[in-house]
């Protein structure tokens, strides 16, 4: 086995840095040195969910770029030194029709996930990119382009391709009309990706107070969604509304903003929702969702952002200081995702 350090959860609100162990090198595995890992809500929700007693110990960070330290002997993709990009994903069966169609995030035997998964091979645990090294197979790493900040690129993996994934299937191009609520980690990269896209692009937020931020990453206008002749304004306008609010909130309001056959695709809120049968029908609206991305999504994903110089706005904080920027992010206080600097694990 292989000896690294990380953050493991000692509770709901605390972690602590800890020595863990990665598996000796498969052949198709490469080593990773983790330089920099974003801090997502998921993190905060698996925290959450986390029982001390429990036998498994939880290493959170699912989105991160580092460097190549070492290959096992089938590796041809990767070399030592080669700076590379790892997301929420890291293996799947490879055999069902989901997998077969380059959408392994939607693997009909479920994904295997970078952290609080199962390994597939030998049913261990896997421990996530709070951590100095992380071992993966080579297929489910990424080249990271020259292009990209490797810092700012880390939130790509899961907030980017997250949202990559939508307005891609959704065909959102020139020409198309994109209304993104939330103006978050998801919803920022959101508005940075439809505009590069060429889609004219609006910011749903519940004030104004961030109308200088949407025109900043590129949106055209911003509506407060509690400005109830705004939203009567918009009624029927985008072909293509990007839902990014992470708390329970009626659908009703976003769904009379989209144009007839447009979509509402609901990234930030996975739980139960209603929806009114009348609000589909009139106008023959589509309610839909998306989740993480696969592998050739996610090598395009990062070849358009390189290409259009596309990137997180981000925080960056000592990995030491990783109680603090969960607990900011409970709290909102950030603009727009945290992003920790591995290093100091040295």
Not at 130 to 144: D, G, K, M, N
Not at 280 to 306: D, Q, V, W, Y
Request: glycine letters at 10%; proline letters at 5%.
């Amino acid at each position: 086995m292989r000896t690294t350090t990380g953050w493991q959860a000692a509770g709901p609100t605390e972690l602590r840095r800890a020595s863990l162990e990665r598996r000796d090198l498969r052949p198709d595995d490469i080593a990773v040195q983790v330089d920099y890992c974003g801090v997502c809500h998921t993190d905060l929700h698996a925290l959450d969910a986390y029982d001390r007693h429990t036998k498994a110990p939880l290493i959170p960070g699912h989105e991160f770029t580092g460097v190549v330290t070492g290959t096992g002997p089938e590796v041809t993709t990767f070399s030592v030194g080669d700076h590379v990009a790892v997301g929420n994903i890291v293996d799947s069966c490879g055999v069902c029709a989901m997998c077969g169609a380059g959408q392994e995030n939607f693997c009909h035997s479920f994904p295997t996930l970078t952290y609080g998964g199962t390994d597939r091979q030998d049913g261990s645990t896997t421990l996530g990119g709070y951590s100095r090294e992380y071992v993966v197979r080579e297929a489910f790493a990424y080249p990271l382009p020259s292009g990209l900040d490797p810092a700012a690129a880390a939130p790509l993996m899961c907030a980017g391709v997250t949202v990559w994934e939508p307005l891609r299937s959704l065909g959102v191009s020139p020409g198309s009309r994109v209304a993104v609520a939330g103006l978050g980690g998801l919803g920022h990269l959101a508005v940075k990706m439809a505009v590069a896209l060429g889609a004219t692009t609006t910011v749903i937020s519940r004030t104004q107070d961030k109308r200088d931020d949407a025109r900043k990453l590129g949106a055209h206008d911003l509506i407060a969604s509690t400005d109830t002749q705004q939203m009567a304004t918009a009624r029927d306008t985008f072909d293509v509304v990007i839902d990014t609010i992470s708390a329970p909130h009626d659908l009703a309001p976003y769904l009379k903003l989209v144009a007839m056959d447009g979509t509402l695709s609901l990234l930030g809120y996975l739980g139960p929702v209603t929806v009114e049968a009348t609000d589909l029908l009139i106008g023959r609206k589509k309610l839909s969702s998306a989740g993480s991305g696969g592998r050739p999504a996610t090598a395009e994903m990062l070849r358009f952002c390189a290409d259009n110089s596309i990137a997180a706005d981000i925080e960056v904080l000592p990995s030491s200081q990783v109680d603090t920027a969960l607990d900011r992010l409970r709290r909102n206080d950030v603009r727009y995702r945290f992003v920790l600097d591995m290093s100091d694990l040295d």
